[in-house]
């Protein structure tokens, strides 16, 4: 496996860290774009590929025989399809990093790899089929955060509501260790759902913002919304992991301490 190239496609926020953990060991690592010397900077340029899923041209550029961590929806769903069959093999490993929004709201109880998804939503069907048919491993992410990616941004530029409403969270650099640990103890076809496992109301965060930090908030609103309950049991008892971030304000304060 250390001499299995590895494509990371779609090397975006997520893809950075990724690569990073990747390049601990001694396999090829290759990150790809659209525009890669654009936006591909951290990877060295060696490793730099263009990909286009919608240019079946730039499909050759992706080493033969590779695994694929694959970072952005896999739509349309039958050109996905007709990539997979072009770049997989029989021992190629394929990972598709997935949302939690593949859950639907409104369930009253804990969510895990158990609950059914909803395959009404274009994403989510096309990577059903993929792990269906090709063996691929959804990761389910919930919402990410970590180096520029601060939640105390997201209060500060008014994208969330001071509400009660629960959010599920996880570092980027557990995904990215999780995404790499997939590769090497993932049945094929399986599902996790990746979660630091304490959802919190949106209320509390932004307390712990403003008191601690003197973030401004915005004021309370109420809502009907409850959030999700999502279980991450699954993921670290099969990969025996244990999260570098568990707790979110620690995280954030470390985050916020960081900041120029």
Known sequence: ????????????YTGRFIYRVARRGRRPVFATS?????????AHPHHRIRFDLQQPETWTQVPQQSDIIWCFPALPQDVAETFAQHALDA????????????????HSGLIDERTQVNCSLPRVASEERLRTTYGAVVLRLSGLYGPG?????????GKIKNSQKSVNLIH???VAELCLLALQHAAPGSTYILSDGQPRPWTDICRFAAERFQVAVPPATLTRETGKRLSPRKVLADFNYRLKHP???????ELESANP
């Open 149 to 157: 990616r601060h939640v105390f941004d997201w209060i500060r530029n």
């Open 172 to 174: 980027v650099e557990d």
């Open 247 to 253: 707790d979110l304000f620690t995280a954030l304060g």
């Open 1 to 12: 496996m250390a001499h299995v190239p590895l494509v990371i496609l779609g090397a975006g």
């Open 91 to 106: 021992h190629s490993r394929l990972i598709l990093l997935g949302s939690t929004l593949a859950y639907r709201t409104g």
């Open 34 to 42: 659209r525009d890669p010397d654009a936006h591909l900077t951290f």
